[in-house]
């Protein structure tokens, strides 16, 4: 089993950057693939990214591509969103995911473990 913490959310303006973290404790980290999303008030939980467990291979939700970067550091045990250009569509609570199997990265059915989540606040 794994734990995780978010942190880093908070309100910003547009234009403005965050960057969120998610920090892992329990079995070991680089034995999962970790992935973002984010849920806005009367919205379903979206997809936003995710990355392998090596960090070689990275995938995106169109409406971030070009904005957001994820990243791992497994010898931290950490996982990054770094979120650049924020949008007022952007807000929502991000949430840090973890997946042990292959398959799918962008369903949130394919992720066994969850953090708590992170509020994210874009004024316009």
């Known amino acids: 089993q794994v734990q995780l913490v978010e942190s880093g959310g908070g309100l910003v303006q547009t234009g403005d950057s965050l960057r969120l973290s998610c920090a892992a404790s329990?079995?070991?980290?680089?034995?999962?693939?970790m992935g973002w999303f984010r849920q806005a008030p009367g919205k379903e939980r979206e997809f936003v990214a995710a990355?392998?467990?090596?960090?070689?291979?990275?995938y995106y939700a169109d409406s971030v591509k070009g904005r957001f970067t994820i990243s791992r550091d497994n010898a931290e045990n950490t996982v990054f969103l770094q979120m650049n250009s924020l949008k007022p569509e952007d807000t929502a609570v991000y949430y840090c995911a973890a997946k042990t199997y292959s398959g799918t990265y962008y369903s949130p059915e394919a992720y066994d473990y969850w953090g708590q989540g992170t509020q994210v606040t874009v004024s316009s």
């Open positions: 329990g079995r070991t980290f680089n034995n999962y693939r």
């Open positions: 990355i392998s467990w090596s960090g070689g291979s990275t």
